[in-house]
């Protein structure tokens, strides 16, 4: 499996943002009280928001080959330390809008993904 590129900074915890498993309950309505709800899989996608800085130009392009050739446009899942847990995981970009990249300096990008951690 393809890790994330090692020239690349840590997350800054500033923009670190996960978020609850999508669609991971199924709600039923009842004829009469409240709507029934249960899980809908054990095994859930988790969403997280990471932002990258300072990024030089080198780190920029090697995060596009690992995005555009490795990852197959994104299409693949990779492995990358959790931020929190500090545990080897599968991750994979999200579909909608799976980075940007901003300049901030002369030679300093900032990278801005949304990545979604693999159960």
């Not at 994330?4 to 978020?19: D, I, K, R, T």
């Not at 030679?107 to 693999?118: C, P, R």
Request: glycine share 6%; proline share 11%; hydrophobic share 40%.
């Amino acid at each position: 499996m393809p890790q994330f590129p090692a020239v690349m900074p840590c997350p800054n915890l500033q923009g670190l943002e996960e978020s609850p498993a999508r669609q991971a309950i199924l709600e039923t309505s009842m004829s009469e009280g409240p709507a029934k709800r249960r899980p809908r899989t054990t095994a859930v996608i988790e969403p997280f928001r990471m932002d990258f800085a300072p990024v030089t130009p080198v780190a920029r392009l090697a995060f596009l080959a690992f995005f555009r050739t490795e990852l197959k446009y994104g299409t693949l899942e990779f492995e990358m330390e959790h931020p929190f847990e500090g545990t080897m995981r599968s991750w994979r970009f999200s579909a909608r809008g799976p980075y940007s990249i901003s300049q901030i300096g002369l030679k300093a990008f900032s990278i801005s993904t949304n990545l979604e951690l693999m159960p």
